[in-house]
């Protein structure tokens, strides 16, 4: 028997960086994850109430709100992804750090110990809800070192030629630096829930190396 679909839950908000967003999808839709994008609430652009303008003016059509996933496929605890990821962008990441049904969910997938990724700006969303994963190892945009260590993480510089590239994982937490890193967050997600093999063959079809 196949093994079922993972899926991953994306966050967008205004101001979001549009690279990691849209690598980190885009990789792990090549590794066959059922990825869905969903727009932080207040956040549109205009009058669609799916689309957003990301941090480099690039606009950006979600696939549904955040409410309405929650809704419709986490409402309860059984409905969870299997990862939600959060990409940077500072003012998408203080906007996702404002958002109470952010928090909300993150609050219910730590719980659940299931896998919560952020890069860049984006590990300060998790300072602001409640300080989630505190003690965990993280990374982060290198501006956020500071901010990190202060709120009891333990913030550390990916080494140089790690098998993970320059990605910290500690359990069911990913983290990374910053735009030019997300082929190795995308992959390193993409290894944890589709294997480390379709991983490899993903990352081969890329030349990613």
């Not at 998408?92 to 958002?99: I, L, N, T, V």
Request: hydrophobic share 45%.
């Amino acid at each position: 028997m196949m093994a079922a679909t993972k899926r991953a839950l994306a966050l967008i908000a205004r101001g979001s960086e549009e690279m990691e967003l849209v690598i980190t999808v885009d990789v792990l839709r090549r590794c066959n994850v059922d990825v869905t994008v969903a727009l932080v609430p207040g956040t549109e652009t205009g009058k669609d109430e799916l689309v957003t303008c990301c941090s480099r003016g690039v606009n950006i059509k979600a696939d549904t709100t955040l409410q309405a996933y929650v809704e419709q496929h986490a409402a309860t605890d059984d409905g969870l992804p299997d990862a939600i990821i959060l990409p940077g962008g500072l003012d998408g990441a203080k906007a996702m750090a404002q958002a109470a049904d952010v928090g909300t969910l993150l609050q219910r997938q730590q719980k659940a110990g299931k896998l919560v990724a952020a890069i860049c700006a984006a590990p300060t969303v998790l300072v602001a809800h409640g300080k989630l994963f505190a003690g965990r190892r993280v990374t982060s945009y290198p501006s956020f070192r500071e901010k990190m260590t202060e709120a009891g993480y333990v913030w550390e510089e990916p080494a140089a030629g790690s098998p993970l590239g320059r990605v910290v994982r500690d359990d069911n937490l990913i983290t990374s630096l910053g735009p030019a890193t997300t082929f190795d967050f995308g992959l390193a997600i993409g290894a944890v829930l589709a294997g480390q093999e379709v991983a490899d063959k993903v990352a081969a079809g890329l030349l990613y190396k």
